[in-house]
């Protein structure tokens, strides 16, 4: 089974600067699919950006972009130019491209509580 | 009007209770999910649906079942409440696992 870990439980950053949170995970698949998910105060699950494996180019939307390390496993967030609008649950997930076997759905880490200080 | 919709939004009930927490969806997905999300915990798969006769028990369906009434519905039950099922619960939807998954707005349950 596949894990993913957010070792950061909450990062604080001052407006208009950069902030990344980290992810890693563990699996024996050699594709698969990768999202970081937004959970603002009202609770809703807000997709932020996906990630393809077998996609060496890192995606990016808008302040929003990754560094995605396939061999080190590693799937971090960056955040530039913080937005009081940010503040939230940051969550990494994991999506293996196999849904047999009884295994479908995301897997996701802990969470990243990010601080916007003004 | 939302493309996931979870009711009710919020529930308060007692232990030994049964409950019922009903998804529906518009956007036309085979694939839906129950997720139950716990401080600290993240996220976790209770049961998902690949379609109306094919039902799958996810990382935590102890003392949870589901329906899946039609394409666009997908309810969990908690046949007898128990207080450390108190959690915010997710519906969501997808189509093709390369796709990001749908979250309606949640379900916020609180058994006493």
């Known amino acids: 089974a596949q894990t993913v870990t957010q070792s950061q439980p909450e990062m604080s950053v001052q407006e208009a600067e950069t902030v990344t949170l980290s992810c890693t995970y563990d699996t024996s698949e050699s594709d698969y699919y990768l999202f970081w998910y937004k959970q603002p105060p009202s609770r809703q699950m807000i997709l932020v950006i996906r990630q393809e494996a077998y996609k060496q180019q890192n995606a990016t939307e808008n302040r929003f972009s990754v560094n995605f390390q396939k061999a080190a496993k590693s799937f971090s967030l960056k955040i530039s130019d913080s937005q009081l609008g940010d503040a939230a649950m940051y969550f990494c997930?994991?999506?293996?491209?196999?849904?047999?076997?009884?295994?479908?759905?995301?897997?996701f880490g802990k969470g990243t509580h990010l601080i916007i200080q003004p | 009007d939302a493309d996931v919709t979870q009711t009710p939004r919020n529930r308060i009930t007692k232990t030994g209770k049964r409950i019922m927490l009903e998804c529906s969806q518009t956007?036309?997905?085979?694939?839906m999910y129950w997720y139950r999300q716990d401080p600290g915990l993240g996220l976790r798969l209770i049961y998902y649906s690949f379609d109306v006769k094919d039902i799958n028990k996810g990382e935590i369906s102890d003392g949870y079942s589901v329906s899946r009434q039609a394409q666009a519905k997908f309810s969990l039950s908690l046949e007898s409440a128990i207080p450390n099922q108190t959690a915010l619960y997710f519906c969501?939807?997808?189509?093709?696992?390369?796709?990001?998954?749908?979250f309606g707005d949640g379900t916020r349950l609180s058994i006493l």
């Open positions: 969501a939807t997808s189509d093709h696992p390369s796709q990001p998954q749908h």
């Open positions: 997930a994991y999506r293996s491209p196999y849904s047999g076997g009884g295994a479908d759905g995301l897997t």
């Open positions: 956007k036309g997905h085979d694939r």
